[in-house]
């Protein structure tokens, strides 16, 4: 069964070859002109892949995936406007997955689209252990579910991936390049701030934690450790 993807933009000439392009490599696609057009069609329909504008009249891009995250973690392709860092940041801060400047290449466009599908999927698969847990962190890979002092922590698609990276990972120095190649499945670019915005977002749901932290290990990466180790380190 062919994926299902969504595209939501008001630039209806742009829209339509995205769907013509999308469709040529087999993968299905509908178009919403709008963001309440757009927040129906996820209503109504399982997606595999929301490919989401910033600049749209009425509901922008922003305020669309700030109301989707409230039913769905379908993951996010935003398509922002090349330079408008504040808006990728938001856009990574409310829980897009991956950004792509316009104007991009459509072979761009499809590296980023598959690689999102291609990790989606994985998470989906049955890992080698299904149960991850570090301190009071807990990662139930059959249910999707992520616990911390016994209490659910709503994560969205890609921070789950972050979180269960650093959990099999546990103590080792992970490096930025390996993140972005891992779980955003492209090799990290200058001046991309998408690692450090996950990871920020992640921190802040770990606060509740007493007992992990992400440390920032400078110029090199980051660590996921017992605080205790931070604070004699």
Not at 37 to 66: A, F, H, R, W
Not at 151 to 166: D, I, K, P, R, S
Request: net charge negative; aromatic share 8%; hydrophobic share 35%.
């Amino acid at each position: 069964m062919s994926k299902q993807i969504l595209i939501i933009d008001d630039d209806k000439e742009l829209s339509s070859l995205l769907q013509e392009y999308l469709s040529s490599e087999s993968l299905a696609c509908d178009q919403a002109f709008d963001g309440e057009s757009g927040l129906n069609y996820c209503k109504q329909k399982p997606y595999d892949l929301v490919l989401l504008d910033i600049m749209m009249p009425g509901i922008d891009g922003l305020e669309t995936l700030k109301q989707l995250r409230r039913f769905t973690k379908v993951p996010v392709l935003m398509l922002t406007a090349r330079g408008e860092d504040y808006d990728k940041i938001l856009g990574l801060e409310l829980g897009a997955d991956d950004y792509l400047p316009k104007p991009f290449n459509h072979r761009e466009l499809l590296a980023r689209v598959k690689a999102l599908l291609r990790r989606f999927d994985y998470a989906q698969e049955e890992k080698k252990s299904n149960i991850l847990k570090a301190g009071t962190v807990v990662i139930n890979h059959n249910t999707h579910m992520v616990h911390i002092n016994g209490e659910e922590v709503e994560l969205t698609g890609t921070e789950y991936q972050f979180m269960a990276f650093f959990l099999e990972n546990f103590g080792d120095l992970v490096s930025k390049d390996t993140l972005s190649k891992e779980i955003l499945g492209r090799r990290i670019v200058q001046y991309d701030r998408s690692i450090d915005v996950h990871i920020s977002n992640l921190r802040k749901k770990l606060k509740a934690e007493s007992e992990l932290e992400i440390k920032t290990i400078r110029g090199s990466g980051y660590r996921l450790i017992h605080k205790e180790l931070a604070s004699n380190a």
